[in-house]
């Protein structure tokens, strides 16, 4: 059965980092598309960083970029979003998401993708 559970989130203070997780079950990272959403209070979902199942290359939106990192770990059917310098404006739930489309990730289409987990709420306050 093909599983996909996102953890790691928390309160951080501006300037803090976080790291989230994706654990799959039941197919191959390479195999799909990764991607993380997030949806502030108030604001429709929104895609923050993402894999191309292409060739593996990745995206990330403007206002991320320098500070956010997306990995995976194939062994452990798991990636990651390493979120630095955090921001009061990243505040929000955090969905990971995969799908087997070949479509560019970097559109960020929420239809294409099969899988999501329920999220994972990320706060960052002083």
């Known amino acids: 059965q093909l599983q996909i559970v996102e953890s790691g989130g928390g309160l951080v203070q501006p300037g803090g980092s976080l790291r989230l997780s994706c654990a799959t079950s039941g197919f191959t990272l390479d195999s799909h598309s990764l991607a993380w959403f997030r949806q502030a209070p108030g604001k429709e979902r929104e895609g923050v960083s993402c894999?191309?199942?292409?060739?593996?290359?990745?995206d990330y939106v403007d206002s991320v970029k320098g500070r956010f990192t997306i990995s995976k770990d194939n062994a452990k059917n798991t990636f990651y979003l390493q979120m630095n310098s955090l921001k009061p404006e990243d505040t929000g739930v955090y969905y990971c998401a995969a799908g087997s489309f070949g479509y560019d990730c970097s559109a960020y289409v929420p239809y294409n993708y099969d899988y999501w987990g329920r999220g994972t709420q990320v706060t960052v306050s002083s």
């Open positions: 894999i191309n199942s292409s060739d593996g290359s990745t």
